[in-house]
């Protein structure tokens, strides 16, 4: 008796074992109902989940035997980029399909952490989307991820203040100083200029935004270029915002994307630069400025140019998925021209699909598109290369110094150059 139970449980373990190795290899991607369980890592949406739990909810529809299991990361990029780099290191099978942040994929993909996704995105179906995210995603000429919604910086504005006071919506930076000091002269416990400040990937963001729109750059031809007159006097305005001009509060160096869409609103500022799903959120009946919001191209110095930081999120799977089809197929599926037409009705997620933009619901949803379409499409990438992290971290905290006011631009860019020809000489 006691012999036959404990083969019955050598017999059981051996069973288990077979399992664990046969499956993956025999097709577990297969059909067997429930048996197929694939977890999809996010970022926090900012949002009702509904909608994309329903798109979710529809590929399983269409895939009996596969279960999509959600699991959501903090909003910030940095966090999410700390939780993928600890667990791809380690080879976690613990999710399957991930997220990641535009920035990431050359990294992810150099470490090998990525499973290719050539087959998925041949090179007749890239023209499809557009450019930016497409050189992001590819890596020594292989596809990693597929785009799924893109990004690029935004000016928002208080139309109604605008009106009140006779101002027009400015074009240059100056402009817009002199703005948000006239209304705040004459509106009390109004914020003239909120944005993200704090150290972290935003506020690299924000400030290549003031380097391009003053024609400065970070790198040209391979190059670090940081610490010239032109970036210097951008990011001399950057810190006069606050310090020097007023319209921007200090607490702009703990600001994320939330908080200060939340300041702005709640009615507490004239302008904001955000990215686009800030829009949505205003247009929200029980938001305080409904109907009170217009939306723009950023400001640029006298001379320049307007220029966005392109952003954006693409889907991809990881290397050591139990279930890289199943997986696969979940990463077309999301991205499909249907999946994300509905994600930019429901979040507002700009679609990183051109033939979107001439989408009739699309265009009634965010009538800004008819006019900054090319924002989307002319918004400009941070160095695609395995070692942006480490740029940006540099980056991060040198820029945080010369917002707080505790470093001169001039000091903070050329101790920013010096390290970053130092990360770009050893890693290449
Ligand atoms: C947005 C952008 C992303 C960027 C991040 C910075 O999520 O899509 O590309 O890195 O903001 O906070």
């Avoid at 497409?134 to 504005?157: C, K, M, N, S």
Wanted: contains cysteine; glycine residues 8%.
């Amino acid at each position: 008796m006691a012999l036959a139970r404990r083969m019955s449980r050598w017999a059981r373990a051996l069973l288990l074992a077979c399992a664990a190795v046969l499956l993956p290899a025999c097709g577990a991607d297969g059909p067997a109902p429930g048996s197929t369980v694939i977890v999809f890592k996010h970022g926090k949406l900012f949002g009702d989940p509904a909608p994309l739990r329903a798109l979710l909810d529809e590929f399983e529809r269409l895939h009996p035997g596969i279960v999509v299991r959600e699991q959501t990361l903090p909003a910030s990029s940095d966090e999410q980029h700390q939780f993928y780099a600890i667990n791809l290191q380690a080879k976690s099978r613990a999710f399957d399909v991930l997220a990641v942040d535009v920035i990431w994929v050359a990294e992810f993909a150099h470490a090998g952490w990525l499973q290719e996704l050539t087959p998925q995105l041949p090179p007749r179906e890239r023209s499809a989307f557009f450019a930016g995210p497409i050189e992001a995603v590819t890596h020594q000429g292989r596809i990693y991820a597929v785009p799924w919604f893109v990004d690029a910086g935004l000016l928002y504005y208080r139309k109604d203040l605008l009106e009140k006071y006779g101002l027009p919506v400015p074009r240059t930076w100056g402009e817009l100083v002199r703005t948000a000091q006239a209304v705040m002269a004459r509106e009390p416990g109004i914020a003239g200029f909120v944005w993200q400040g704090k150290q972290y990937e935003g506020l690299v963001c924000n400030a290549l935004e003031y380097l391009w729109s003053n024609g400065g750059e970070v790198l040209s031809a391979g190059r670090v270029v940081l610490d010239t007159p032109r970036n210097r006097e951008a990011l001399t305005f950057m810190a006069d915002l606050v310090h020097r001009y007023r319209v921007t509060p200090a607490s702009v160096t703990t600001a994320t994307e939330e908080p200060s869409r939340h300041v702005f609103g709640q009615g507490r500022a004239l302008f904001l630069r955000n990215w686009p799903y800030a829009w949505r959120l205003f247009q929200d009946p029980r938001s305080r400025v409904y109907g009170k919001v217009g939306v723009t191209l950023l400001p640029h110095f006298e001379g320049g140019a307007s220029a966005a930081t392109l952003g954006g999120w693409q889907l991809a799977v990881n290397r050591h998925s139990r279930y890289p089809v199943a997986a696969g197929e979940l990463v077309r599926f999301l991205t499909s021209e249907r999946a994300q037409k509905r994600l930019a009705l429901a979040y507002g997620f700009q679609p990183a699909r051109v033939a979107l933009y001439r989408d009739a619901e699309i265009r009634a949803a965010q009538p800004f598109l008819a006019t900054l379409e090319r924002v989307f499409a002319a918004a400009r990438p941070r160095p695609v290369t395995p070692y942006y992290v480490r740029i940006s971290q540099v980056l991060q905290s040198e820029l945080s110094a010369i917002v707080a006011g505790l470093r001169t631009p001039h000091a903070a860019l050329a101790a920013s150059e010096r390290k970053l020809r130092k990360i770009l000489a050893d890693e290449l």
